[in-house]
């Protein structure tokens, strides 16, 4: 099998790996002599219309996997072309392709072939290749096989700007039931691990500006949804507790695509989009706006309301919270307001040093006022009355457009839903 043909079944089967973003990594340039570059904005400058970056070489090193994993279109007793790339191959593509302009990174992950430790040394050679021998400053992301060792994880993050370790499936029983090869363990050791030496190379570098980095853009994960049966409220206290135990950068969330037929797996007329979408919102919340998963959802209301995002959904629930003096509240209150971000939240608090904030500089500010208008006052003022009960606010935000409710993509590359 020649080059093209391999690119083309390994490049194929690495779609379907969401967590490929490549921002936050800043190195200081190639070696003298080196080739590529990356910047504290992300090394790739060409994005899809989706949002997500579309420059990184992402490809498998081999799809020839002896695991059984019912949802993976790599499984071993699935009837799909194989082929494998060695160390060399991948980093003279890497290199060809940055060299044509083509792209600015690389995204490498793998089936397993033999064993964990033996696919994960011939992916960490293709890193150190590049780095050592070819001087390659350029981003790499990759992925780590769980059940190799620690001293392969050391090696990894040492060369690589990002590191990840996808744990699949929301529980230890779904583990069980679609991927019984893999264990739970072999999964959070290596993401506790990459946690720690995270936060001690940081420690280091404050004390010796020359020390090594280790995965210098942090790590993430990647979650399967709807390929098992775990509620919107589990999902996302299981990131919670990644993003507290685990030191991690990100959680991505995958709509499941059918792409095998098993018996174990549920029958879907389409990929759950508008769940993965709602997620993705809600773990926004976890991550910049202060709330816990349990405010967000419980075991009473385990799932997301598909009409609005997580943070209306929460104020409707919440009349007594409402409504918001924009003029007196302090930013963790704003930021619980629906149509007031990060940035507009900032803006608002920067403007009260100067004068009070108007009804006319609102929109100025970047408040999204077809949703804020229900739960502010101005100076006093109310923009709406806000006495009304919180079905008949739902019913105003539905009939005025207050809602976000769209067919969302999944935010992969294009061509995985042919």
């Known amino acids: 099998m020649d080059t093209l043909a391999k690119l083309q079944i390994l490049s194929g089967a690495a779609r379907y790996d969401a967590s490929c973003a490549s921002s936050g990594s800043r190195r200081e340039g190639a070696p003298p002599g080196g080739t590529g ?19 990184l070489l992402k490809l498998l090193l081999s799809n020839d996997c002896r695991y059984d994993c019912a949802y993976c279109v790599n499984r071993v007793s699935n009837q799909v072309p194989r082929a494998s790339f060695t160390a060399r191959d991948v980093v003279d593509l890497t290199l060809e392709f940055y060299r044509r302009n083509y792209i600015e990174g690389l995204f490498l992950s793998s089936a397993v072939m033999q064993s964990p430790d033996q696919t994960m040394e011939r992916m960490v050679r293709v890193a150190e290749t590049l780095r050592i021998e070819e001087r390659f400053g350029g981003y790499i992301h990759m992925k780590i096989i769980p059940g190799c060792s620690s001293e392969l994880v050391r090696r990894a993050g040492l060369y690589a700007d990002r590191i990840s370790v996808n744990i699949e499936l929301p529980s230890q029983a779904s583990l069980q039931r679609l991927a019984p090869q893999k264990e739970k363990a072999a999964i959070l050791e290596p993401m506790a691990l990459i946690g720690r030496e995270i936060q001690e190379s940081l420690v280091e570098r404050k004390k010796i500006r020359s020390a090594p980095r280790f995965a210098p853009a942090g790590q993430s994960t990647q979650m399967i949804i709807g390929a098992s049966p775990e509620t919107d409220f589990q999902i996302l206290r299981l990131s919670q507790g990644l993003y507290k135990k685990m030191n991690l950068k990100r959680v991505y969330y995958s709509a499941y695509v059918p792409v095998s037929d098993d018996n174990r797996l549920p029958v879907l007329a389409a990929p759950p989009l508008l769940r993965e979408h709602r997620l993705y919102q809600a773990d926004w919340l976890l991550r910049f706006y202060g709330f816990s998963a349990e405010e967000i959802l419980s075991d009473d209301a385990p799932h997301l309301d598909e009409s609005f995002d997580p ?56 408040v999204v006022m077809k949703r804020a208008k229900y739960f502010i006052t101005c100076s006093g003022r109310p923009f709406e009355k806000t006495d009304r009960q919180p079905a008949l606010i739902r019913q105003q935000l539905l009939l005025g457009e207050g809602s976000d409710l769209m067919s969302p993509r999944q935010l992969v590359l294009p061509g995985l839903y042919v």
């Not at 570059?37 to 420059?55: A, F, K, L, V």
């Not at 409504?323 to 007196?328: A, D, G, K, S, Y």
């Open 37 to 55: 570059n990356t910047s504290q904005s992300g090394i790739c400058h060409s994005w899809s219309d989706d949002g997500r970056c579309i420059s």
């Open 311 to 366: 943070k209306t959904a929460w104020a409707l629930r919440h009349p007594e919270f409402f409504p918001v003096e924009i003029n007196r509240a302090d930013y963790a209150t704003l930021l619980r307001v629906p149509g007031i971000g990060v940035t507009s939240a900032k803006r608002i608090v920067a403007a009260r040093r100067f004068s009070l904030i108007t009804p006319e500089g609102m929109k100025k500010i970047g």
